[in-house]
């Protein structure tokens, strides 16, 4: 019996392969909550054919770069999104 697991995804040095993983593991079954870090996401076409993927897998980023137009994560709610997780990956 396959386990699902609950996972927090940080997108920090790479927006474009953090999206392209998390997309990924939805494959598997697995919850995953996609956080970007760093600075805003680039309008890149990259970007933007990864960004198509997380609404596919039917993943909502969100951010910790206040004033983007994702969802913004306090570093309080980031710290329990961490420990309520079953992983976190950092990309």
């Known amino acids: 019996m396959k386990v699902h697991k609950s996972i927090l995804l940080l ?3 790479d927006h474009a392969e953090a999206m392209r993983v998390a997309a990924g ?3 598997f079954g697995h919850k ?3 956080v970007f ?3 805003p996401v680039a309008e890149t076409p990259e ?3 990864q960004a198509e993927l997380l609404e ?3 993943i ?3 951010t910790t770069v206040p004033g983007q137009e994702l969802p913004h994560v306090s570093a309080e709610a980031l710290s329990l999104a961490m420990v309520e997780a079953d992983a976190v990956i950092s990309l």
Do not use: A, K
Request: no cysteine.
């Open 11 to 13: 997108g920090r040095d």
């Open 25 to 27: 593991l939805t494959i």
């Open 32 to 34: 995953v909550r996609l």
């Open 37 to 39: 870090m760093t600075g």
């Open 47 to 49: 970007n933007v054919r």
């Open 56 to 58: 596919l897998s039917d």
């Open 60 to 62: 909502e980023p969100e």
